[in-house]
């Protein structure tokens, strides 16, 4: 099995900044595909930010002001977002597209992490 654990939601006046950090743990042998979206209420998710096989790829929304990251090491993705506004007020789900030492491909998701930009 594998388990996705975001953190690092939470509450910020618009301009500031948070950082997000999913840890992944369990049956993984190599990771495909990974990335954030959200999810605002009475709106359908969206991708925020990914990494594919053409590179990483960012909303309109958030270009030049959210980074995606990683530690390979901890098996760790992470969401810079800084200039934060209202708009990105949303819960926050990872998703990654993992192999397992089976050598079969499954897609996984966080739980959530809630990030609301207020003052």
């Known amino acids: 099995q594998v388990q996705l654990v975001e953190s690092g939601g939470g509450l910020v006046q618009p301009g500031g900044s948070l950082r997000l950090s999913c840890a992944a743990s369990?049956?993984?042998?190599?990771?495909?595909?990974m990335g954030w979206y959200r999810q605002a209420p009475g709106k359908q998710r969206e991708l925020v930010a990914n990494?594919?096989?053409?590179?990483?790829n960012y909303a309109d929304s958030v270009k030049g002001r959210f980074t995606i990251s990683r530690d390979n090491a901890k098996n760790t993705m992470y969401l810079q977002m800084n200039s934060l506004k209202p708009e990105d007020t949303a819960v926050y789900y990872c998703?990654?597209?993992?192999?397992?030492?089976?050598?079969?491909?499954?897609?996984?998701w966080g739980q959530g992490t809630q990030v609301t930009v207020s003052s």
């Open positions: 998703n990654a597209h993992i192999v397992q030492f089976t050598r079969k491909m499954y897609a996984f």
């Open positions: 369990g049956n993984i042998f190599s990771f495909n595909a």
């Open positions: 990494y594919s096989s053409g590179g990483t």
